[in-house]
């Protein structure tokens, strides 16, 4: 499958899953963090709450990364569908820590305060003290990339503006495309636009800030219902199959909803250039 002419002149993408393993990488954080924890001379970890995690293996931290994950999908999506405009908009990085924090006490590996103290605040002989949460919260913004992902945004920018158009807020996606060095032309994120994808104002709003038509701009994602938002307010789609990330099988039947569908077994970002006409060199393969 080829996009239809002419070409689109942005490409954005999303960034979670899309362009970065966020699976692995908090999973191995969360592994670690513990495994440090437990291991500390200086942690006073009520007996109860060190033998759990103790017993914790690394595919059960997988799933505390994936409720995480979850999490973040509700919160978004409630954002995207309210019509209430008095409603404070609430960051991703704030909503990230508030939900491990609940993740966390309702698995009982850290202690709510019922002392009268802030309610944000753990309480001693938790897994983790307030600040190591807090810097836990963040590995959010150091997620790593999928193999293909650095060298075919590099391929893509020989011919298109590229453009992250991700939840996530800008601070951090600017924290994680520097980690990642991801090579993207612009850094956007629907904080811009104060809503969530699949809000229309996320997908119009980026389109316009680039001085664009919709028409003329091109959503990359691995998840169909993404594409599906963005299909609906005239952007073209590039589907990157991506392990484990795709959340409505089901829309995979729905005619014309995707332009280039790049397989998971093909190389990504890199097999995207090439069916959008760019020659890619041989030691990119």
């Known amino acids: 499958m080829a996009l239809v002419h002419p070409k689109p002149r942005c ?5 979670f899953g899309t362009c970065v393993d966020w699976r692995k990488t908090v999973t191995e954080e969360l592994w670690q963090q513990t495994r440090e924890a437990l291991s500390s001379p200086t942690s006073s970890i009520a007996s109860r709450i060190r033998m759990l995690a103790s017993d914790m293996t690394y595919e059960q931290w997988g799933e505390v990364a994936q409720e995480w994950r979850n999490g973040y999908l509700k919160f978004t999506r409630e954002v995207a569908n309210s019509t209430d405009p008095s409603k404070p908009y609430k960051t991703v990085d704030e909503h990230h820590l508030e939900s491990l924090r609940n993740i966390l006490t309702q698995r009982g590996l850290i202690f709510a305060r019922t002392d009268g103290t802030p309610a944000d605040l753990v309480h001693d002989g938790s897994l983790w003290d307030e600040q190591q949460i807090k810097e836990l919260s963040m590995v959010w913004h150091r997620l790593d990339p999928w193999p293909d992902t650095c060298r075919g945004i ?8 590229t453009c992250t158009l991700s939840n996530g807020n800008l601070t951090l996606l600017k924290d994680m495309v520097a980690h990642a060095k991801m090579e993207f032309t612009h ?3 629907a904080e811009m636009f104060q809503s969530y994808k699949p809000s229309p104002k996320v997908y ?3 389109a316009e800030k680039m001085g664009l038509r919709p028409e003329e701009c091109a959503m990359v994602a691995a998840h169909l219902d993404d594409l599906k938002a963005a299909k609906s307010n005239g952007f073209r789609t590039i589907y990157i199959e991506r392990p484990q990330e795709e959340r409505h099988p089901e829309l995979g039947g729905e005619a014309d909803l995707v332009d280039i569908w790049v397989k998971e077994g093909e190389m990504g970002f890199v097999t995207a250039a090439e069916r959008l ?5 041989e030691h990119a393969t």
Do not use: K, P
């Open 11 to 15: 490409l954005f993408f999303d960034v």
């Open 154 to 161: 590099q391929e893509l920018n020989r011919q298109f503006y």
């Open 187 to 189: 850094v956007y994120s």
């Open 204 to 206: 119009l709003g980026a």
């Open 277 to 281: 006409g760019i020659s890619i060199s």
